[in-house]
């Protein structure tokens, strides 16, 4: 079973800065099973990227995602106030169809 | 505008039974298969089940396996989650989401992602 760690845990950032997000896969996966999601306190999460690279719909362009094999990343080139939530990296497995998540990395306002 | 709102958690007891609703508007919901997802308080997300379109595959976490039955009424576009035999790690904010087909390449279409999630419903079990 492919597990996914993130890191950092806990990331503490001012708006306007750049920041990347890890999440490292046990083991090398298609990059079309790799998808983040944004989730703020008392909300659902929100799809950001699938297949890897691929914004989702609404997404602005200042979120982007890359990455391959067992290493992708999450990339948000300007902080933007609303930009501070979690975030969770998930890949998909298909035999059998199920969603593995990463514990998740937390964006706090520095 | 895509919508998904689930209904039915509540205070349960250890050993108990409930049903997850969840209701779907905004899109065509007998194309789409549909997902439940969990979330512990302060945890992170565990997927629980997973239903196709016709409800021809569905398929189970681990924890929730032989406990749990997902369902679906496509006339009505809902989608349900039975849970029996309840324990106390069931606790959790319970989602539903749905998974559209995404072209993964060689003439396969999967569904690898959620796209829309509900805003959850929350079970709570406790003596």
């Known amino acids: 079973e492919i597990v996914l760690t993130q890191s950092p845990g806990t990331l503490s950032l001012s708006p306007g800065e750049r920041v990347t997000l890890s999440c490292r896969a046990s083991?090398?996966?298609?990059?079309?099973?790799l998808s983040w999601y944004q989730q703020k306190p008392g909300q659902a999460p929100r799809l950001l990227i699938y297949g890897a690279s691929s914004r989702a719909t609404g997404i602005p362009d200042r979120f982007s995602g890359s990455g391959s094999g067992t290493d992708f990343t999450l990339t948000i080139s300007r902080l933007e106030p609303e930009d501070f939530a979690v975030y969770y990296c998930?890949?998909?497995?298909?035999?059998?169809?199920?969603?593995?998540f990463g514990q998740g990395t937390k964006l706090e306002i520095k | 505008e895509v919508q998904l709102v689930e209904s039915g958690g509540g205070l349960v007891q250890p050993g108990g039974s409930l049903r997850l609703s969840c209701a779907a508007s905004?899109?065509?919901?007998?194309?789409?298969?549909m997902n439940w997802v969990r979330q512990a308080p302060g945890g992170g997300l565990e997927w629980v089940s997973y239903?196709?379109?016709?409800?021809?595959?569905?398929y189970y976490a681990d924890s929730v396996k032989g406990r749990f039955t997902i369902s679906r009424d496509n006339a009505n576009n809902s989608l349900y989650l039975q849970m029996n035999s309840l324990r106390d790690e069931d606790t959790a904010m319970y989602y539903c989401?749905?998974?559209?087909?995404?072209?993964?390449?060689?003439?396969?279409?999967?569904?690898?992602?959620?796209?829309?999630w509900g805003r959850g419903t929350l079970l709570t079990v406790s003596s």
């Open positions: 083991q090398s996966l298609s990059s079309s099973y």
């Open positions: 998930q890949k998909y497995g298909s035999s059998p169809p199920m969603y593995t």
């Open positions: 905004g899109f065509t919901f007998s194309t789409y298969t």
């Open positions: 239903i196709t379109s016709s409800s021809r595959t569905i």
């Open positions: 989401a749905r998974a559209p087909d995404f072209y993964v390449g060689s003439g396969y279409y999967l569904s690898v992602y959620l796209d829309f």
